[in-house]
């Protein structure tokens, strides 16, 4: 019995340390607007693990961008988006460039735009491959916020029985009060 509750112990303990989820994670633009007062709206979803964005879905006046730059994708310190990936010249198109002031992760929480960085703007592609751009506007402020579901309420409370449990059943051999049976 010992072992069984150590085993169960260690797993929900190991289960519960890995804290941050795995996978992409959706991030919610807020209050991001350019120098001229327009605003930019929507959200993406990114992945920390491979540095891949995927389902972006801003709107500016601008343009809706729904793709990462086949090109030049980002990392997990700036966004570079387009209209569409399938595009095969991309000269003349809409992209938007968003830098964040500190990486995108699995933790989730609030991330400020690095408005003095290069790549924080809205512009047009100058080349097929859209691997700068022509600005049409510059971010002035903004965040990007992402939650992260936290461990549910029922596995923390097996965790706590366990607990109790494992303490209880230890507690009777240390002052041996053990119940023999007959």
């Given at each position: 019995?010992?072992?069984f ?39 993406f979803?990114?992945d ?22 086949p ?16 595009l095969?010249?991309?000269t ?14 699995h ?18 592609c ?9 600005p ?16 549910s309420?029922?596995?923390l409370s097996?965790?706590?029985l ?10 009777c051999y ?5 119940r023999r049976?007959?």
């Amino acid at each position: 019995m010992r072992s069984f509750m150590t085993a169960a112990c260690a797993s929900v303990i190991a289960y519960m340390s890995i804290g941050a989820q795995a996978g992409p994670i959706t991030w919610n633009l807020i209050d991001v607007f350019f120098d001229d007062g327009s605003e930019a709206t929507g959200s993406f979803d990114f992945d920390a693990d491979i540095e891949r964005y995927s389902n972006i879905n801003i709107v500016t006046p601008f343009a809706t961008y729904r793709a990462p730059n086949p090109a030049s994708p980002g990392n997990a310190s700036i966004l570079i988006a387009v209209i569409d990936e399938s595009l095969t010249d991309f000269t003349g198109t809409p992209v938007l460039a968003l830098s964040f002031e500190s990486p995108l992760s699995h933790i989730g929480g609030e991330i400020n735009l690095d408005t003095s960085a290069i790549a924080r703007s809205e512009g047009i592609c100058p080349d097929i491959q859209c691997s700068g751009s022509d600005p049409v506007r510059s971010v002035i402020s903004g965040q990007v916020s992402a939650s992260v579901p936290a461990p549910s309420t029922l596995l923390l409370s097996c965790l706590g029985l366990a607990i109790i449990g494992f303490r209880s059943y230890s507690g009777c051999y240390a002052t041996g009060f053990v119940r023999r049976r007959t």
